[in-house]
């Protein structure tokens, strides 16, 4: 099976620290994508990546950047956390570089910054 | 512009009943359809997914689907629902050719006893 793990189940930060989210795969897929989820508004994505040291802005990327230095690790930054980024982030991984294929999902961190 | 569309944002159904989720989607090219649920504070799991071949796509805990290409559907169905399914569902589109999942706003699931 394949398993998608995130750093922290949850967090809490003030505005203006720097936040990392981590996100590992264990099944050596090429793409990993990070999402935010809020009530009302589905899953929104905010950055992919299809291979190492690759990364691709989503539908969301203001106030965040990301980094992949291995294949197995995508990592979710705010550079300077606000309160408007309170939100469920979701990590998911895929293998498929040709289609938009079926994505598996991490646990989630709820973050909340005050 | 891709999007996929779930009309419904809540709904109530009793233990035993059926179930059906409405999905529409707008998307230029042949689809790849997906159903994921997502249990509270949790991930996502996949249920079921269309590619080709057979309208009628078959998953996991009971539930299958249906792409309707004539009226841009991709409906989820279940005959009984069972207390555990309570959840939020959500359906996305995907095609080859392309690298991102468009997502429905979701569809949440309260079963009553």
């Known amino acids: 099976d394949v398993k998608v793990t995130q750093s922290s189940r949850y967090l809490v930060k003030r505005t203006g620290e720097k936040v990392f989210l981590e996100c590992v795969q264990d099944?050596?897929?090429?793409?990993m994508f990070w999402y935010r989820q809020d009530p009302g508004l589905g899953l929104r994505l905010i950055y992919f990546?299809?291979?190492?040291?690759?990364?691709e802005k989503g539908d969301i990327p203001e106030g965040y950047s990301v980094s992949r230095e291995k294949k197995e690790r995508f990592s979710l930054i705010l550079e300077s956390a606000s309160t408007n980024q309170t939100s469920m982030y979701l990590c998911?991984?895929?293998?498929?570089?040709?289609?938009?294929?079926?994505?598996?999902f991490g646990p989630g961190t709820r973050l909340t910054v005050l | 512009a891709q999007s996929v569309t779930q009309p419904d944002i809540h709904i109530t159904v009793s233990e035993g009943a059926s179930l059906e989720l409405r999905c529409n989607y707008s998307y230029g090219a042949t689809p790849y359809l997906f159903w994921y649920v997502q249990s509270p504070g949790q991930g996502l799991q996949l249920l079921l997914k269309?590619?080709?071949?057979?309208?009628l796509v078959q998953g996991i805990k009971g539930f299958e689907a249906e792409f309707k290409r004539s009226q841009s559907s991709f409906n989820l169905r279940k005959p009984s629902v069972h207390w555990s399914d309570a959840a939020e569902y959500f359906c996305?589109?995907?095609?080859?050719?392309?690298?991102?999942?468009?997502f429905g706003t979701g569809t949440r699931l309260q079963v009553f006893p």
């Open positions: 269309y590619f080709s071949g057979d309208t």
């Open positions: 990546s299809y291979d190492v040291k690759m990364k």
């Open positions: 099944m050596d897929h090429e793409n």
């Open positions: 996305a589109v995907g095609a080859y050719n392309t690298d991102k999942l468009i």
């Open positions: 998911a991984s895929s293998s498929n570089k040709l289609a938009a294929d079926t994505q598996y």
